[in-house]
């Protein structure tokens, strides 16, 4: 590894954040509307959210285990879609599946686990997305590391609210919360290692 | 929207000529002739398709239910829908079971009956025909409204005559794998069973389903005959029918099987008594945006509600 930093244009981090947008146009080019366009983009939003979430957790390790010191500043636009693609998914649910009928809404998110964990990690979310600039980053100092680490347990209760929600089938689900822990078991180690 | 030919739209405007012209009498008309049945005794014959029987009812004939909620289109009916034994996918069951042979078809009926019996499609065909506008209301919060076409269920068990001892009914879907490839899932006890009490499975609403939209059921819907079930869940109108037993035990279906605490015997459609996972009190129509509530009993609460007089549903779901 060389000790200079490598340089990768920035359109191959942006072509991964609007990836899963594409792909999913590529889908209903080819195959059309779904029957249950509000279903499906539902879940395509949510899945989205969920790959760039592991994305963007992954490049730290990758950075400091892999080398792959070029990849280091993509943490933040993956990041940031990540959870651009989660308030999408919460829009989707609330105003077109919903109608923004609170009465019904307040049924299902006040009782259903899956819901809840669901809540819970959009609310952690938004804080992490209004300060995701630079700016919001200098003003915030060493807090802004502090508040950022909360992606991790948003993102445990991302991983959560996809395996409370299917029905039988959790191997994908598995397959996330338990990247997203082995990811987060090796930033909690670095972090033990490092304040020693 | 590129699923359907154009050729294939015709079919529907025939389909509410048809209608029209014969003035078929709604579900309401021929209602609780057999609540509380719960008896073995053959059913008498149901009403033929009678112009005055419309009259009397008031139903009315167009492209509604008697509630006055609009058809889903046939598109929509037939291009998305649960059918585990092709693709979990709703979007794709469609093409999935595309090919999927249908003929022959033997149905069996046996168990507690005094006349034990192997129908071919074509044995069926001659049972008495029956349209019926039903709402479809699946247990994952979303329905449909479907023009089924069939014959009553009980007038297939009126042969086999059931005999004094028979408590239940218990369909079977066909067992094969390799025309069938998501029975190769794991995750599930294959064959897909379902299960009815006899009074339930001799109501006037039982249907049996050959076609939908005044056509041939595809092979997506659960060609060539499956059940329809209209104030139960849409995972108890089991597909693809290829055996009928009557029995003195209630059956266990693939989906108790499953999730016993997710899916019970009865499970009639219910508001007050939510899914572990989510609330049942709303429901989306599909091609709609925003929710509206369900109804107890999925709307046929007259028709059917007086079977399960003291029963706990909350335990009972």
Redesign the interface.
């Known amino acids: 590894m060389t000790t200079a930093r490598p340089r990768l244009p920035s359109y191959i981090v942006l072509l991964l954040c609007v990836a899963p947008f594409l792909w999913y146009s590529a889908v209903v080019i080819i ?6 366009p ?3 983009l539902t879940s395509w939003s949510g899945t989205a959210s969920l790959l760039l979430l592991v994305a963007s957790l992954a490049i730290t390790p990758l950075v400091r285990w892999a080398g792959l010191k070029a990849i280091a500043p993509w943490r933040r636009p993956l990041g940031v879609s990540a959870g651009l693609y989660a308030l999408a998914h919460t829009l989707v649910y609330l105003g ?4 923004w ?1 609170w009465s ?1 809404i307040w ?2 998110i006040s ?5 809840i964990v669901g809540t819970v990690s959009m609310a952690l979310f938004i804080p992490l997305l209004i300060t995701s600039t630079r700016g919001w980053q200098q003003r915030l100092g060493a807090r802004w590391r502090k508040l950022h680490f909360l992606v991790y347990p948003a993102a445990i209760a991302a991983g959560l609210h996809f395996l ?2 299917v ?3 959790i191997r994908w689900p598995v397959v996330s919360l338990v990247a997203i822990g082995v990811l987060f078991a090796l930033r909690v180690r670095r972090r033990a290692i490092a304040s020693r | ?3 359907i030919p154009s050729s294939e739209i015709t079919p529907e405007q025939l389909f509410w000529q048809r209608r029209r012209m014969f003035g078929l009498p709604m579900i309401a008309g021929a209602s609780a002739v057999l609540a509380a049945c719960g008896s073995a005794a053959p059913v008498s014959q149901e009403l033929p398709a009678a112009p005055e029987a419309t009259a009397a009812t008031g139903a009315v004939v167009g492209p509604s239910d008697e509630l006055g909620n609009t058809l889903t289109p046939y ?2 009916v037939t ?2 829908n649960n059918y585990y034994e092709f693709t ?1 996918d ?2 794709r069951v469609k093409d999935v079971a595309a090919g999927f042979v249908t003929s022959p078809w033997n149905v069996v009926v046996d168990g507690l009956v005094a006349k034990p019996r192997t129908f071919g499609l074509e044995d069926l065909q001659a049972l008495q025909a029956a349209e019926r506008i039903y709402r479809l209301r699946c247990v994952e919060g ?1 329905s449909m409204v479907v023009p089924w076409s069939g014959f009553p269920l009980h007038a297939l068990l009126s042969l086999v005559e059931p005999t004094a001892t028979a408590k239940y009914v218990r369909f079977e879907t066909l067992n094969d794998v390799t025309r069938m490839p998501g029975q190769s ?1 794991p ?2 006890q294959w064959p897909y069973v379902e299960g009815l009490r006899l009074d339930e499975a001799m109501h006037d609403l039982t249907l049996m389903a050959t076609g939908v939209y005044g056509k041939p059921l595809p092979a997506q819907n659960g060609a060539p005959l499956r059940l329809v079930v209209p104030w139960k869940y849409g995972f108890k109108s089991i597909k693809a029918v290829v055996r009928i037993t009557l029995t003195d035990t209630q059956p266990t279906s693939l989906w108790m099987a ?2 016993p605490d997710e899916y019970g015997f009865f499970a009639n459609v219910n508001p007050r008594v ?1 899914h572990p ?3 049942q ?2 429901e ?1 129509r ?2 709609e ?3 509206r509530p369900t109804l107890v009993f999925n709307g046929y609460n007259d028709q059917v509600a007086s079977m399960y007089t003291g029963m706990d549903l909350r335990k009972f779901y």
């Not at chain 1, 077109?96 to 109608?99: H, P």
Request: aromatic share 14%.
């Open positions: 195959r059309g509307i779904p029957r249950d509000v279903a499906a077109l599946d919903y109608g009928a019904f049924v299902n009782s259903k686990r899956h819901l409370w929600l029905k039988t089938d | 929207m590129s699923h598109e929509t291009g998305y979990t709703k979007e979303w899932e995750w599930y499953a999730a939510d996972r989510w609330s009190a709303d989306r599909i091609g945006l925003g929710r």
